[in-house]
């Protein structure tokens, strides 16, 4: 019966493990999320037409854009700092119903 205890309890153990690993694979291909800032929050309640942060992440992603940095709410639209396809990291001006650029500035990495 000691045995049998003692099985029962290391492949309780190893599935455990095997379920853990499992997740932390899945988890290690996405992309940290970046941080957002709202520099408007009395404004809040008018962006009900506003792109979600994850969509408008999806939509950078689409044109090339990755290591996204942060976000900033500001003067009506979205500031993302990222990384452009060149590898230059920029400061991106969105439109912030329909994703669209608006200005984009290259960012002095020194």
Not at 2 to 29: H, P
Not at 87 to 95: I, K
Request: charge should be positive.
């Amino acid at each position: 019966m000691k045995k049998f205890a003692t099985l029962f309890v290391s492949v309780a153990l190893a599935g455990a493990c095997a379920a853990a690993a499992a997740e932390t694979r899945q988890g290690a291909d996405l992309p940290p999320t970046p941080r957002v800032i709202d520099k408007a929050p009395a404004e809040a309640g008018q962006r009900v037409d506003w792109l979600p942060i994850p969509q408008l992440i999806e939509r950078l992603a689409a044109r090339g854009y990755h290591d996204v940095g942060r976000i900033e709410i500001e003067r009506g639209r979205y500031e993302v700092y990222a990384t452009n396809p060149a590898g230059d990291r920029v400061s991106l001006y969105l439109d912030p119903k329909t994703g669209e650029q608006i200005e984009r500035k290259r960012r002095n990495t020194n």
